[in-house]
Protein backbone atom coordinates (compact mmCIF):
# COMPACT_ATOMS: atom_id res chain seq x y z
CA UNK A 1 0.00 0.00 0.00
CA UNK A 2 1.26 3.61 -0.67
CA UNK A 3 4.49 1.68 -2.63
CA UNK A 4 4.98 3.64 -6.03
CA UNK A 5 4.00 1.35 -8.59
CA UNK A 6 5.81 0.38 -12.19
CA UNK A 7 5.81 3.53 -14.39
CA UNK A 8 5.19 5.97 -11.52
CA UNK A 9 8.38 7.30 -9.85
CA UNK A 10 7.80 10.00 -6.28
CA UNK A 11 8.63 12.97 -8.49
CA UNK A 12 5.08 12.25 -10.33
CA UNK A 13 3.40 13.46 -7.26
CA UNK A 14 2.51 16.93 -6.27
CA UNK A 15 2.67 15.70 -2.90
CA UNK A 16 4.16 12.71 -0.68
CA UNK A 17 0.78 12.52 0.90
CA UNK A 18 -1.06 12.13 -2.15
CA UNK A 19 1.74 9.87 -3.18
CA UNK A 20 0.48 7.37 -0.85
CA UNK A 21 -3.59 7.80 -1.36
CA UNK A 22 -3.32 7.82 -4.59
CA UNK A 23 -3.04 3.96 -5.37
CA UNK A 24 -6.03 3.26 -2.51
CA UNK A 25 -8.57 2.83 -5.51
CA UNK A 26 -10.85 -0.03 -3.41
CA UNK A 27 -12.58 -0.06 -0.33
CA UNK A 28 -10.21 -2.68 0.78
CA UNK A 29 -7.50 -1.13 -0.12
CA UNK A 30 -8.40 2.31 1.69
CA UNK A 31 -9.56 0.98 5.19
CA UNK A 32 -6.10 -1.35 4.84
CA UNK A 33 -4.22 1.94 4.33
CA UNK A 34 -5.76 4.32 6.53
CA UNK A 35 -5.15 1.58 9.48
CA UNK A 36 -1.48 0.89 8.90
CA UNK A 37 0.97 2.69 10.85
CA UNK A 38 1.83 6.37 10.34
CA UNK A 39 3.82 7.73 8.16
CA UNK A 40 6.46 10.22 8.05
CA UNK A 41 4.14 13.09 6.04
CA UNK A 42 0.81 12.40 7.92
CA UNK A 43 0.40 12.31 11.56
CA UNK A 44 -1.39 9.10 13.43
CA UNK A 45 -4.04 8.91 16.27
CA UNK A 46 -2.82 7.12 19.13
CA UNK A 47 -3.79 3.35 17.85
CA UNK A 48 -1.27 4.82 15.44
CA UNK A 49 -3.62 4.82 12.60
CA UNK A 50 -2.82 7.07 9.26
CA UNK A 51 -4.53 10.29 8.94
CA UNK A 52 -4.27 11.79 5.76
CA UNK A 53 -3.27 15.35 5.93
CA UNK A 54 -4.60 17.63 3.65
CA UNK A 55 -2.84 20.65 2.00
CA UNK A 56 -3.47 23.55 0.51
CA UNK A 57 -3.00 23.97 -3.71
CA UNK A 58 -2.34 27.37 -4.37
CA UNK A 59 0.27 28.18 -7.61
CA UNK A 60 0.02 25.17 -8.83
CA UNK A 61 1.65 23.61 -5.82
CA UNK A 62 0.48 21.76 -2.73
CA UNK A 63 1.56 24.27 0.02
CA UNK A 64 3.92 23.08 2.79
CA UNK A 65 1.79 22.73 6.62
CA UNK A 66 3.69 24.89 8.76
CA UNK A 67 5.52 22.98 11.61
CA UNK A 68 4.27 23.77 15.39
CA UNK A 69 7.46 26.09 15.39
CA UNK A 70 6.49 27.95 12.79
CA UNK A 71 3.53 28.94 13.17
CA UNK A 72 2.14 32.32 13.87
CA UNK A 73 -1.33 33.55 14.17
CA UNK A 74 -1.83 33.70 10.90
CA UNK A 75 -0.61 30.56 9.29
CA UNK A 76 -2.73 27.93 9.85
CA UNK A 77 -2.62 26.52 13.60
CA UNK A 78 -5.62 24.22 13.21
CA UNK A 79 -6.60 21.10 11.79
CA UNK A 80 -10.10 19.09 12.22
CA UNK A 81 -10.64 15.47 11.48
CA UNK A 82 -11.68 13.78 8.69
CA UNK A 83 -14.06 11.09 9.65
CA UNK A 84 -15.80 8.36 7.79
CA UNK A 85 -19.70 8.58 9.17
CA UNK A 86 -20.08 4.61 8.36
CA UNK A 87 -17.56 3.93 10.88
CA UNK A 88 -16.83 7.03 13.26
CA UNK A 89 -12.99 6.66 12.58
CA UNK A 90 -10.96 9.37 11.35
CA UNK A 91 -9.05 8.97 8.84
CA UNK A 92 -7.17 12.22 7.58
CA UNK A 93 -7.14 16.15 8.84
CA UNK A 94 -8.36 19.12 7.11
CA UNK A 95 -6.83 22.39 7.97
CA UNK A 96 -8.53 25.21 8.83
CA UNK A 97 -6.84 28.05 6.05
CA UNK A 98 -6.50 31.30 7.98
CA UNK A 99 -7.39 34.62 6.16
CA UNK A 100 -3.59 34.92 5.24
CA UNK A 101 -3.81 32.02 3.58
CA UNK A 102 -7.03 32.72 1.47
CA UNK A 103 -5.33 35.95 0.36
CA UNK A 104 -2.31 34.13 -1.03
CA UNK A 105 -4.04 31.78 -2.88
CA UNK A 106 -6.32 34.58 -3.96
CA UNK A 107 -2.95 36.33 -5.17
CA UNK A 108 -2.02 33.91 -7.26
CA UNK A 109 -5.55 33.53 -8.96
CA UNK A 110 -4.92 37.24 -9.48
CA UNK A 111 -1.68 36.74 -11.04
CA UNK A 112 -3.26 34.08 -13.29
CA UNK A 113 -6.53 35.73 -14.26
CA UNK A 114 -4.21 38.04 -17.05
CA UNK A 115 -2.81 34.81 -19.38
CA UNK A 116 -5.67 32.49 -18.54
CA UNK A 117 -8.57 35.13 -19.57
CA UNK A 118 -6.86 35.86 -22.83
CA UNK A 119 -6.10 32.01 -23.78
CA UNK A 120 -7.97 30.88 -26.55
CA UNK A 121 -11.15 29.53 -25.40
CA UNK A 122 -10.41 26.09 -27.34
CA UNK A 123 -7.31 25.89 -25.64
CA UNK A 124 -9.10 26.74 -22.53
CA UNK A 125 -11.21 23.79 -23.27
CA UNK A 126 -8.57 21.20 -24.00
CA UNK A 127 -7.02 21.62 -20.34
CA UNK A 128 -10.08 20.92 -19.26
CA UNK A 129 -10.95 17.75 -21.34
CA UNK A 130 -7.78 16.78 -19.97
CA UNK A 131 -8.97 17.27 -15.95
CA UNK A 132 -12.54 15.05 -17.35
CA UNK A 133 -10.25 12.86 -19.09
CA UNK A 134 -8.23 12.02 -15.74
CA UNK A 135 -10.77 12.46 -13.46
CA UNK A 136 -12.34 9.37 -15.46
CA UNK A 137 -9.27 7.47 -15.69
CA UNK A 138 -9.65 7.39 -11.68
CA UNK A 139 -12.69 6.70 -11.64
CA UNK A 140 -12.50 4.02 -8.60
CA UNK A 141 -10.17 6.20 -6.75
CA UNK A 142 -12.36 9.34 -6.68
CA UNK A 143 -15.34 7.01 -5.81
CA UNK A 144 -13.62 4.92 -3.05
CA UNK A 145 -12.85 8.22 -1.09
CA UNK A 146 -16.27 10.07 -1.59
CA UNK A 147 -18.08 7.37 -0.35
CA UNK A 148 -15.16 7.09 2.49
CA UNK A 149 -15.79 10.68 3.62
CA UNK A 150 -19.15 11.53 2.97
CA UNK A 151 -21.09 8.30 3.73
CA UNK A 152 -22.48 7.51 0.34
CA UNK A 153 -22.78 4.00 -1.27
CA UNK A 154 -20.09 3.53 -3.43
CA UNK A 155 -22.63 2.93 -6.57
CA UNK A 156 -24.07 6.37 -5.87
CA UNK A 157 -20.15 7.67 -5.45
CA UNK A 158 -19.66 6.46 -8.90
CA UNK A 159 -22.53 8.03 -10.20
CA UNK A 160 -21.17 11.53 -9.02
CA UNK A 161 -18.08 11.00 -9.87
CA UNK A 162 -19.66 10.01 -13.61
CA UNK A 163 -21.25 13.09 -13.52
CA UNK A 164 -18.10 15.22 -12.64
CA UNK A 165 -16.39 14.15 -15.60
CA UNK A 166 -19.44 15.46 -17.40
CA UNK A 167 -19.21 19.22 -15.92
CA UNK A 168 -16.20 19.68 -17.79
CA UNK A 169 -17.95 19.74 -20.88
CA UNK A 170 -18.69 23.26 -21.34
CA UNK A 171 -20.39 24.59 -24.30
CA UNK A 172 -18.30 27.48 -25.83
CA UNK A 173 -19.20 30.76 -26.36
CA UNK A 174 -21.83 31.95 -28.79
CA UNK A 175 -22.58 35.33 -29.46
CA UNK A 176 -25.79 36.94 -31.02
CA UNK A 177 -25.86 40.16 -33.84
CA UNK A 178 -28.25 41.89 -35.03
CA UNK A 179 -28.76 45.15 -37.11
CA UNK A 180 -30.76 48.06 -35.15
CA UNK A 181 -33.96 48.76 -37.45
CA UNK A 182 -33.55 52.18 -39.79
CA UNK A 183 -29.95 52.81 -38.40
CA UNK A 184 -27.26 51.14 -40.35
CA UNK A 185 -25.97 50.11 -36.92
CA UNK A 186 -24.38 46.62 -36.34
CA UNK A 187 -24.71 45.59 -32.98
CA UNK A 188 -23.71 42.87 -30.92
CA UNK A 189 -22.80 40.98 -27.31
CA UNK A 190 -19.31 41.54 -26.35
CA UNK A 191 -18.52 39.09 -23.53
CA UNK A 192 -15.43 39.03 -21.36
CA UNK A 193 -14.34 37.10 -18.20
CA UNK A 194 -16.01 38.91 -14.74
CA UNK A 195 -12.39 38.18 -12.94
CA UNK A 196 -11.18 35.98 -9.75
CA UNK A 197 -13.97 34.09 -8.13
CA UNK A 198 -14.57 32.65 -5.04
CA UNK A 199 -16.15 29.21 -5.24
CA UNK A 200 -18.17 27.30 -2.09
CA UNK A 201 -19.51 23.90 -2.36
CA UNK A 202 -21.25 21.97 0.53
CA UNK A 203 -20.65 18.53 2.19
CA UNK A 204 -23.40 16.59 0.31
CA UNK A 205 -22.01 15.79 -3.58
CA UNK A 206 -18.76 16.99 -2.50
CA UNK A 207 -16.73 16.43 -5.85
CA UNK A 208 -19.66 16.81 -8.31
CA UNK A 209 -20.90 19.90 -6.91
CA UNK A 210 -16.88 21.94 -6.76
CA UNK A 211 -16.27 20.60 -10.14
CA UNK A 212 -19.69 21.95 -11.32
CA UNK A 213 -18.62 25.38 -10.29
CA UNK A 214 -14.80 24.67 -11.26
CA UNK A 215 -15.12 23.82 -14.75
CA UNK A 216 -17.67 26.84 -15.89
CA UNK A 217 -15.65 28.89 -14.34
CA UNK A 218 -12.39 28.22 -16.05
CA UNK A 219 -13.96 27.48 -19.31
CA UNK A 220 -15.09 31.13 -19.25
CA UNK A 221 -11.32 32.47 -18.74
CA UNK A 222 -12.16 33.27 -15.00
CA UNK A 223 -9.44 32.03 -12.20
CA UNK A 224 -10.49 31.13 -8.57
CA UNK A 225 -10.27 30.09 -5.15
CA UNK A 226 -12.49 26.91 -4.50
CA UNK A 227 -13.09 26.09 -0.72
CA UNK A 228 -15.03 22.92 -0.58
CA UNK A 229 -17.03 22.03 2.70
CA UNK A 230 -14.61 21.01 5.46
CA UNK A 231 -16.38 18.06 6.17
CA UNK A 232 -15.97 16.24 3.38
CA UNK A 233 -12.79 17.49 1.75
CA UNK A 234 -11.37 14.34 0.56
CA UNK A 235 -12.29 14.06 -3.25
CA UNK A 236 -10.82 17.98 -3.43
CA UNK A 237 -7.34 17.09 -2.05
CA UNK A 238 -7.52 14.26 -4.89
CA UNK A 239 -8.66 16.79 -7.65
CA UNK A 240 -5.49 18.86 -7.08
CA UNK A 241 -3.43 16.34 -8.62
CA UNK A 242 -5.64 15.78 -11.25
CA UNK A 243 -4.87 19.48 -11.72
CA UNK A 244 -1.21 19.62 -11.37
CA UNK A 245 -1.44 16.27 -13.75
CA UNK A 246 -3.38 18.29 -16.10
CA UNK A 247 -1.15 21.05 -17.02
CA UNK A 248 -3.62 23.45 -15.74
CA UNK A 249 -1.63 26.81 -15.46
CA UNK A 250 -0.22 27.71 -11.83
CA UNK A 251 -2.78 29.77 -10.28
CA UNK A 252 -6.09 29.18 -12.23
CA UNK A 253 -7.09 26.93 -10.13
CA UNK A 254 -6.61 27.21 -6.04
CA UNK A 255 -8.01 25.10 -3.42
CA UNK A 256 -7.98 25.96 0.20
CA UNK A 257 -9.37 23.81 3.02
CA UNK A 258 -11.53 24.54 6.00
CA UNK A 259 -14.54 25.69 7.88
CA UNK A 260 -17.17 28.49 6.60
CA UNK A 261 -16.44 30.66 9.41
CA UNK A 262 -12.80 31.70 9.23
CA UNK A 263 -11.95 30.17 5.47
CA UNK A 264 -15.49 30.56 3.65
CA UNK A 265 -15.96 34.19 5.44
CA UNK A 266 -12.55 35.19 4.33
CA UNK A 267 -12.68 34.22 0.92
CA UNK A 268 -16.21 35.85 0.00
CA UNK A 269 -15.65 38.93 1.79
CA UNK A 270 -11.84 39.75 0.48
CA UNK A 271 -11.67 42.62 -2.39
CA UNK A 272 -9.54 40.33 -4.61
CA UNK A 273 -12.43 38.38 -5.29
CA UNK A 274 -12.85 40.61 -8.26
CA UNK A 275 -15.24 38.57 -10.00
CA UNK A 276 -18.28 37.06 -7.68
CA UNK A 277 -18.79 34.05 -5.36
CA UNK A 278 -20.64 31.05 -6.64
CA UNK A 279 -22.03 29.42 -3.55
CA UNK A 280 -24.42 25.90 -3.09
CA UNK A 281 -25.27 24.92 0.28
CA UNK A 282 -27.90 26.48 2.68
CA UNK A 283 -30.04 29.17 2.23
CA UNK A 284 -28.63 30.82 5.65
CA UNK A 285 -25.14 30.83 4.68
CA UNK A 286 -26.40 32.47 1.59
CA UNK A 287 -28.22 35.22 3.47
CA UNK A 288 -25.14 35.56 5.27
CA UNK A 289 -22.91 35.58 1.91
CA UNK A 290 -25.26 38.32 0.52
CA UNK A 291 -24.77 40.51 3.70
CA UNK A 292 -21.07 40.24 3.79
CA UNK A 293 -20.81 41.18 0.01
CA UNK A 294 -22.99 44.02 -0.25
CA UNK A 295 -21.18 46.68 -0.29
CA UNK A 296 -19.21 45.15 -2.94
CA UNK A 297 -21.85 45.59 -5.61
CA UNK A 298 -19.39 45.00 -8.33
CA UNK A 299 -19.30 40.97 -7.27
CA UNK A 300 -21.48 38.47 -9.31
CA UNK A 301 -23.23 36.21 -7.05
CA UNK A 302 -24.88 33.01 -7.86
CA UNK A 303 -26.47 31.53 -4.96
CA UNK A 304 -27.45 27.69 -5.43
CA UNK A 305 -29.36 27.06 -1.72
CA UNK A 306 -31.83 24.77 0.01
CA UNK A 307 -35.00 23.20 -0.83
CA UNK A 308 -37.85 21.11 0.45
CA UNK A 309 -39.22 19.68 -2.62
CA UNK A 310 -42.72 18.37 -3.00
CA UNK A 311 -43.69 15.62 -5.02
CA UNK A 312 -47.41 15.69 -6.11
CA UNK A 313 -49.37 11.61 -6.70
CA UNK A 314 -52.44 12.25 -8.90
CA UNK A 315 -55.22 9.44 -8.63
CA UNK A 316 -54.22 8.41 -11.88
CA UNK A 317 -50.46 7.16 -11.94
CA UNK A 318 -49.47 3.77 -12.00
CA UNK A 319 -49.39 2.51 -8.78
CA UNK A 320 -45.90 0.63 -9.03
CA UNK A 321 -43.97 3.39 -11.18
CA UNK A 322 -45.24 6.35 -9.09
CA UNK A 323 -43.99 4.74 -5.67
CA UNK A 324 -40.91 3.96 -6.94
CA UNK A 325 -39.96 7.45 -8.65
CA UNK A 326 -41.49 9.13 -5.30
CA UNK A 327 -39.62 6.80 -3.27
CA UNK A 328 -36.06 7.52 -5.07
CA UNK A 329 -36.74 11.29 -5.29
CA UNK A 330 -37.46 11.44 -1.03
CA UNK A 331 -34.26 8.65 -0.23
CA UNK A 332 -31.35 9.13 -2.60
CA UNK A 333 -28.13 9.30 -1.03
CA UNK A 334 -30.27 9.33 1.70
CA UNK A 335 -32.37 12.30 1.28
CA UNK A 336 -29.32 14.70 1.34
CA UNK A 337 -29.63 15.89 -2.24
CA UNK A 338 -31.37 19.55 -2.34
CA UNK A 339 -33.64 18.22 -4.87
CA UNK A 340 -35.12 15.43 -2.96
CA UNK A 341 -38.82 15.33 -2.75
CA UNK A 342 -39.49 14.84 1.22
CA UNK A 343 -42.79 16.44 0.92
CA UNK A 344 -45.42 14.07 -0.78
CA UNK A 345 -48.75 15.08 -1.69
CA UNK A 346 -51.03 12.26 -2.55
CA UNK A 347 -54.79 12.56 -3.93
CA UNK A 348 -57.41 11.34 -1.60
CA UNK A 349 -58.80 8.76 -4.14
CA UNK A 350 -55.41 6.76 -3.66
CA UNK A 351 -53.92 7.67 -0.55
CA UNK A 352 -54.41 4.85 1.51
CA UNK A 353 -52.91 2.61 -1.03
CA UNK A 354 -50.27 4.86 -2.04
CA UNK A 355 -49.03 4.52 1.37
CA UNK A 356 -49.43 1.18 1.67
CA UNK A 357 -47.38 0.81 -1.20
CA UNK A 358 -44.61 3.49 -0.39
CA UNK A 359 -44.26 1.88 2.90
CA UNK A 360 -43.55 -1.50 1.85
CA UNK A 361 -41.42 -0.75 -0.85
CA UNK A 362 -38.76 1.68 0.94
CA UNK A 363 -38.86 -1.28 3.59
CA UNK A 364 -37.93 -3.53 1.11
CA UNK A 365 -35.40 -1.75 -0.70
CA UNK A 366 -33.85 1.27 0.97
CA UNK A 367 -31.85 -1.02 3.46
CA UNK A 368 -29.52 1.27 5.14
CA UNK A 369 -25.80 -0.38 4.28
CA UNK A 370 -26.80 -0.93 1.06
CA UNK A 371 -28.82 1.75 -0.84
CA UNK A 372 -29.09 3.90 2.03
CA UNK A 373 -25.45 5.67 3.61
CA UNK A 374 -24.82 7.29 6.96
CA UNK A 375 -27.24 9.82 8.01
CA UNK A 376 -28.70 11.72 11.50
CA UNK A 377 -31.20 9.89 13.22
CA UNK A 378 -34.71 11.59 13.11
CA UNK A 379 -34.61 13.43 16.97
CA UNK A 380 -31.03 14.83 15.52
CA UNK A 381 -32.08 16.23 12.06
CA UNK A 382 -34.54 18.89 14.54
CA UNK A 383 -31.47 19.36 16.89
CA UNK A 384 -29.24 19.48 14.45
CA UNK A 385 -27.72 20.15 10.72
CA UNK A 386 -27.25 16.46 9.33
CA UNK A 387 -23.53 16.70 8.58
CA UNK A 388 -20.66 16.13 10.11
CA UNK A 389 -18.93 13.48 12.23
CA UNK A 390 -22.25 12.60 13.95
CA UNK A 391 -23.31 10.81 10.82
CA UNK A 392 -23.93 6.42 11.11
CA UNK A 393 -25.36 4.05 9.58
CA UNK A 394 -29.07 3.31 11.05
CA UNK A 395 -32.49 2.59 10.47
CA UNK A 396 -34.12 2.30 7.09
CA UNK A 397 -35.94 5.95 6.12
CA UNK A 398 -38.27 7.45 8.37
CA UNK A 399 -42.23 8.03 7.25
CA UNK A 400 -44.56 10.25 8.17
CA UNK A 401 -48.06 10.50 8.06
CA UNK A 402 -51.08 12.85 8.82
CA UNK A 403 -48.62 15.29 9.64
CA UNK A 404 -50.39 18.45 11.31
CA UNK A 405 -50.54 21.43 8.53
CA UNK A 406 -48.31 24.10 9.23
CA UNK A 407 -45.74 22.12 11.33
CA UNK A 408 -42.08 22.71 10.60
CA UNK A 409 -41.87 19.22 9.38
CA UNK A 410 -43.40 20.43 6.35
CA UNK A 411 -41.70 23.64 6.18
CA UNK A 412 -37.98 23.33 7.01
CA UNK A 413 -35.65 21.27 4.90
CA UNK A 414 -34.54 17.78 7.18
CA UNK A 415 -31.80 17.00 4.61
CA UNK A 416 -32.45 13.54 5.54
CA UNK A 417 -34.26 10.26 4.76
CA UNK A 418 -37.20 11.65 6.39
CA UNK A 419 -40.60 12.30 3.97
CA UNK A 420 -43.86 13.23 5.01
CA UNK A 421 -47.18 12.20 3.05
CA UNK A 422 -50.05 14.14 3.05
CA UNK A 423 -53.55 14.01 1.09
CA UNK A 424 -55.25 16.90 -1.50
CA UNK A 425 -58.63 16.51 -3.19
CA UNK A 426 -58.07 18.65 -6.06
CA UNK A 427 -55.54 19.82 -8.47
CA UNK A 428 -56.24 23.29 -7.05
CA UNK A 429 -55.19 22.28 -3.30
CA UNK A 430 -52.63 20.43 -4.64
CA UNK A 431 -50.86 23.16 -6.38
CA UNK A 432 -51.67 25.35 -3.24
CA UNK A 433 -49.57 23.09 -0.76
CA UNK A 434 -46.75 22.66 -2.81
CA UNK A 435 -46.17 26.15 -3.10
CA UNK A 436 -46.64 26.96 0.14
CA UNK A 437 -42.82 26.40 1.35
CA UNK A 438 -40.19 29.57 1.82
CA UNK A 439 -38.07 27.40 -0.88
CA UNK A 440 -38.95 26.75 -4.32
CA UNK A 441 -35.94 24.41 -6.00
CA UNK A 442 -37.61 21.22 -7.71
CA UNK A 443 -40.85 19.85 -7.45
CA UNK A 444 -42.10 16.14 -9.26
CA UNK A 445 -45.32 16.00 -10.72
CA UNK A 446 -46.94 12.45 -11.29
CA UNK A 447 -49.62 12.03 -13.37
CA UNK A 448 -50.62 10.05 -16.81
CA UNK A 449 -52.94 13.05 -17.76
CA UNK A 450 -50.76 15.18 -20.53
CA UNK A 451 -52.58 18.18 -19.89
CA UNK A 452 -52.32 18.45 -16.49
CA UNK A 453 -48.43 17.81 -16.93
CA UNK A 454 -48.49 21.10 -18.48
CA UNK A 455 -51.46 22.70 -16.47
CA UNK A 456 -49.82 21.90 -13.08
CA UNK A 457 -46.37 22.20 -14.15
CA UNK A 458 -46.49 25.94 -15.29
CA UNK A 459 -47.85 26.56 -11.87
CA UNK A 460 -45.46 25.32 -9.61
CA UNK A 461 -43.02 27.55 -7.94
CA UNK A 462 -39.75 25.61 -8.64
CA UNK A 463 -36.92 26.09 -10.26
CA UNK A 464 -37.34 22.36 -11.94
CA UNK A 465 -40.12 20.36 -12.23
CA UNK A 466 -39.83 16.99 -13.16
CA UNK A 467 -43.06 15.44 -14.72
CA UNK A 468 -42.98 11.03 -14.07
CA UNK A 469 -39.22 11.17 -13.27
CA UNK A 470 -36.31 12.68 -11.13
CA UNK A 471 -32.82 14.12 -11.26
CA UNK A 472 -33.07 13.71 -14.76
CA UNK A 473 -31.28 16.38 -15.89
CA UNK A 474 -29.38 17.67 -19.38
CA UNK A 475 -26.18 19.63 -17.98
CA UNK A 476 -26.23 22.39 -20.11
CA UNK A 477 -30.45 23.46 -19.54
CA UNK A 478 -30.83 26.39 -16.41
CA UNK A 479 -30.00 25.28 -13.04
CA UNK A 480 -30.89 26.96 -9.87
CA UNK A 481 -33.97 28.41 -7.50
CA UNK A 482 -37.05 30.17 -6.86
CA UNK A 483 -37.76 32.14 -4.04
CA UNK A 484 -35.15 31.38 -0.95
CA UNK A 485 -33.54 28.14 -3.26
CA UNK A 486 -31.33 30.75 -4.22
CA UNK A 487 -30.78 33.73 -7.04
CA UNK A 488 -29.13 33.03 -10.59
CA UNK A 489 -28.83 29.96 -12.85
CA UNK A 490 -25.78 27.82 -14.01
CA UNK A 491 -25.50 25.39 -16.34
CA UNK A 492 -24.10 25.26 -19.87
CA UNK A 493 -24.64 28.54 -21.80
CA UNK A 494 -26.50 29.68 -18.16
CA UNK A 495 -23.27 29.67 -17.13
CA UNK A 496 -21.76 32.47 -19.00
CA UNK A 497 -24.21 35.29 -17.54
CA UNK A 498 -22.48 34.09 -13.51
CA UNK A 499 -19.28 34.00 -14.53
CA UNK A 500 -18.23 36.74 -17.73
CA UNK A 501 -18.91 40.63 -18.36
CA UNK A 502 -21.75 41.41 -20.84
CA UNK A 503 -21.08 44.59 -22.87
CA UNK A 504 -23.56 45.47 -25.81
CA UNK A 505 -21.56 47.15 -29.06
CA UNK A 506 -23.04 49.16 -31.17
CA UNK A 507 -21.10 50.29 -34.59
CA UNK A 508 -22.02 51.54 -37.93
CA UNK A 509 -22.40 49.46 -40.39
CA UNK A 510 -20.83 51.30 -43.16
P1 LIG B 1 -23.71 25.19 4.46
O1 LIG B 1 -24.42 26.39 4.00
O2 LIG B 1 -23.58 24.97 5.92
O3 LIG B 1 -22.23 25.16 3.90
C1 LIG B 1 -21.97 25.28 2.52
C2 LIG B 1 -20.55 25.79 2.32
O4 LIG B 1 -20.47 27.13 2.80
C3 LIG B 1 -19.52 25.00 3.11
O5 LIG B 1 -18.34 24.91 2.34
C4 LIG B 1 -19.34 25.85 4.33
O6 LIG B 1 -18.12 25.62 4.94
C5 LIG B 1 -19.40 27.24 3.73
N1 LIG B 1 -19.71 28.33 4.64
C6 LIG B 1 -20.36 28.29 5.82
N2 LIG B 1 -20.46 29.54 6.36
C7 LIG B 1 -19.87 30.38 5.48
C8 LIG B 1 -19.67 31.80 5.44
N3 LIG B 1 -20.09 32.60 6.42
N4 LIG B 1 -19.03 32.32 4.38
C9 LIG B 1 -18.61 31.53 3.37
N5 LIG B 1 -18.76 30.18 3.35
C10 LIG B 1 -19.40 29.62 4.39
O7 LIG B 1 -24.41 23.95 3.75
P2 LIG B 1 -24.12 22.41 3.93
O8 LIG B 1 -22.69 22.13 3.62
O9 LIG B 1 -24.64 21.94 5.24
O10 LIG B 1 -24.98 21.79 2.74
C11 LIG B 1 -26.32 21.48 2.86
C12 LIG B 1 -27.19 22.56 2.26
O11 LIG B 1 -26.82 22.80 0.92
C13 LIG B 1 -28.65 22.15 2.22
O12 LIG B 1 -29.44 23.25 2.60
C14 LIG B 1 -28.89 21.81 0.76
O13 LIG B 1 -30.21 21.95 0.33
C15 LIG B 1 -27.98 22.80 0.11
N6 LIG B 1 -27.66 22.38 -1.23
C16 LIG B 1 -28.15 23.10 -2.28
C17 LIG B 1 -27.93 22.69 -3.56
C18 LIG B 1 -28.43 23.48 -4.72
O14 LIG B 1 -27.94 23.23 -5.82
N7 LIG B 1 -29.37 24.39 -4.57
C19 LIG B 1 -27.18 21.46 -3.84
C20 LIG B 1 -26.69 20.80 -2.68
C21 LIG B 1 -26.93 21.24 -1.41
P3 LIG B 1 -17.93 24.45 6.00
O15 LIG B 1 -18.85 23.35 5.68
O16 LIG B 1 -16.54 24.10 5.73
O17 LIG B 1 -18.25 25.10 7.31
Redesign the pocket.
Known amino acids: MGSIQKGEDSSEFGSSVIQDVWLCDTLEKAEAFIASPHHASSSSDEGGRYKIKMQNYVGGSFTEPPSTSTTTATATSQYIDAVDPKTGKTFGQVPISSADEVEHALRAATDAFGPWSTTPAAARSKHLQRVAQLIQEHRELFAVWESIDQGKTLERARVEVDRAVSNFKVPQLRTAARVVDGANILTYEHRSPAGVFAL ?6 PLY ?1 LTWKMAPCLAFGCTAVA ?5 TSMTAFLLCEVFRRAGLPAGTMNVVF ?4 T ?3 A ?2 RSPLVRGGVS ?8 I ?2 RR ?1 TADQIYKHLSL ?4 KNPTLVFGDVEMDKAVQTAAMAAFENQGE ?3 CGSRIYVQSSIYDDFVAAFTAYVQANYKCGERVGAHLPLPLHREA ?1 A ?1 GPGRRLLDPPTILTDVRPGSRLLQD ?1 I ?1 GPVATISRFATEDEAVRLANDNPNG ?1 AAVLLTRDGARMRRVGERLEAGLVWVNCWLVRELGTP ?3 MKS ?2 TGREGGEYSRDVFTHVRTLHMPLQ
Do not use: H
Not at 279 to 286: L, P, W
Open positions: ISPWNMLKPSEVGDGATGSLVFTGGTATGQIDELGGICLPREFLFGGSG
